[in-house]
Antibody, heavy 120, light 106 residues
Framework: QVQLQELGPGLVKPSQTLSLTCSVS??????????WSWIRQHPGQGLEWIGY???????YYKASLKSRLTISLDTSKNHFSLKLSSVTAADTAVYYC????????????WGQGTLVTVSS | DIQMTQSPSSVSASVGDRVTITCRAS??????LAWYQQKPGKAPKVLIY???TLQSGVPSRFRGSGSGTEFTLTISSLQPEDFATYYC?????????FGQGTKVEI
């Protein structure tokens, strides 16, 4: 059974870069069958899809975050990562990584989520 | 981008009630719609995908229907473990987008 786990600091200072890793077990991130995705949820709010990376390295980012966002793959460690630069308090959220099935096109597996607070 | 609008934003119900949640897409998305359930402090869990396909292990009291721009999630007989927030999400195109959520509470 595939499992995903978000790893990274829970506190980031304003203007710095938020960096998270999603460790994947029980499946390979080199599989052609999935999109590896990031979703965030501001405190008390709904879900916001951020972007994905495919096994080939192709990415798609939400337009409003595109200038600050990088999603990458590390096949040697079987994980993928999110970097969000120049963060502000508005980036405070629970960040989830998830795997989307390319055929059925739904987010089948999710990490447990990690709260990242942007504060000095 | 496709906008997803859910209604109602919250619903008060009792155990055994039938609950219906509606999701509208701002453009045609065929049947590329999923429903997720989220409990406090937990990650969302998929209930329904392709508008009406029940995810393995999900109780049959959950039913999804619709196509095009209008979709519904129906819980036929609400159970205590169903009190949660429900989200629809379109997967017709990128960027993916979610509805704002419907909180089902006692």
């Amino acid at each position: 059974q595939v499992q995903l786990q978000e790893l990274g600091p829970g506190l980031v200072k304003p203007s710095q870069t938020l960096s998270l890793t999603c460790s994947v077990s029980g499946g390979s991130i080199t599989s052609d069958n999935f999109y590896w995705s990031w979703i965030r949820q501001h405190p008390g709010q709904g879900l916001e899809w951020i972007g994905y990376i495919y096994s080939s390295g192709i990415t798609y980012y939400k337009a409003s975050l595109k200038s600050r966002l990088t999603i990458s793959l590390d096949t040697s460690k079987n994980h993928f990562s999110l970097k969000l630069s120049s963060v502000t308090a508005a980036d405070t959220a629970v960040y989830y990584c998830a795997r989307e099935d390319r055929a059925a096109e739904y987010l089948q597996h999710w990490g447990q989520g990690t709260l990242v607070t942007v504060s000095s | 981008d496709i906008q997803m609008t859910q209604s109602p934003s919250s619903v008060s119900a009792s155990v055994g009630d039938r609950v219906t949640i509606t999701c509208r897409a701002s453009q045609v998305i065929s049947n590329w719609l999923a429903w997720y359930q989220q409990k406090p402090g937990k990650a969302p869990k998929v209930l329904i995908y392709a508008a009406s396909t029940l995810q393995s292990g999900v109780p049959s009291r959950f039913r999804g229907s619709g196509s095009g721009t209008e979709f519904t999630l129906t819980i036929s007989s609400l159970q205590p473990e169903d009190f949660a927030t429900y989200y629809c999400q379109q997967s017709n195109s990128f960027p993916r987008s979610f509805g704002q959520g419907t909180k089902v509470e006692i």
